[in-house]
């Protein structure tokens, strides 16, 4: 199985300022096909996690602009340009490359200082 | 928009089964395969079973095998997880979500309790 792990687990951040956590994967997560199947999701509080970035760096309808993922086959990294409030909860990777299972990260929790 | 309602979950005794449905609408039930993902405060969100678009196919986390079956029912718009030989360490809450073929796991919907214990 693919084992990802997450870091940092806990991250305040400051309104305004950048954010960046890092997902790395055990095995390269490039598929046969070409594509890399790494998705971002974030859980607000209370509520269901909603995908955010898919195939590494491809925003979801809807996401801002400020949100923005990179990286290639083991390392991988979502970035917030400008933190905002709506913004805190849990960021979870996911990979969907080697299947099954699908794996998540631990998940990083992002606060507000 | 795409909306998923799951519902069955509950209380139930180690041992005992319950059965969870997961009803969609909003998109082309019949082109999407489609997951069941826990979450527990423990353990973040594991991944327990999927089924393509046409049910044929299915798999399952190692913790289940054996003991989830899971199915769709393309005329209703419906996905469920039967869940036998319930253990304490299936507490928790069950989303269904979509998967469009290329892009991944996508929507989940609200989820449901399951809490195993005597």
């Known amino acids: 199985d693919v084992v990802m792990t997450q870091s940092p687990l806990s991250l305040p951040v400051t309104l305004g300022q950048p954010a960046s956590i890092s997902c790395r994967s055990s095995?390269?997560?490039?598929?046969?096909?070409?594509?890399?199947?790494l998705n971002w999701f974030h859980q607000r509080p209370g509520r269901s996690p909603r995908r955010l970035i898919y195939q590494v760096s491809n925003r979801d309808s809807g996401v801002p602009d400020r949100f923005s993922g990179s990286g290639s086959g083991t390392d991988f990294t979502l970035r917030i340009s400008r933190v905002e409030a709506e913004d805190v909860g849990i960021y979870y990777c996911?990979?969907?490359?080697?299947?099954?299972?699908?794996?998540f990260g631990q998940g990083t929790k992002v606060e507000i200082k | 928009d795409v909306q998923l309602v799951e519902s069955g979950g509950g209380l139930v005794q180690p041992g005992g089964s319950l059965r969870l449905s997961c009803v969609a609408s909003g998109f082309t039930f019949n082109a999407y395969w489609m997951h069941w993902v826990r979450q527990t405060p423990g353990k973040g969100l594991v991944w327990i079973s999927h089924i393509n678009s046409d049910g044929s196919d299915t798999s399952y986390a190692d913790s289940v095998k054996g003991r989830f079956t899971i199915s769709r029912d393309n005329a209703k718009n419906t996905v469920y997880l039967q869940m036998n030989s319930l253990r304490a360490g299936d507490t928790g809450v069950y989303y269904c979500t979509t998967d469009d073929p290329g892009l991944g796991i996508d929507s989940w919907g609200q989820g449901t309790l399951v809490t195993v214990s005597s």
């Open positions: 996911m990979q969907g490359s080697h299947w099954p299972p699908w794996t």
């Open positions: 095995q390269s997560l490039a598929h046969a096909d070409g594509i890399t199947y």
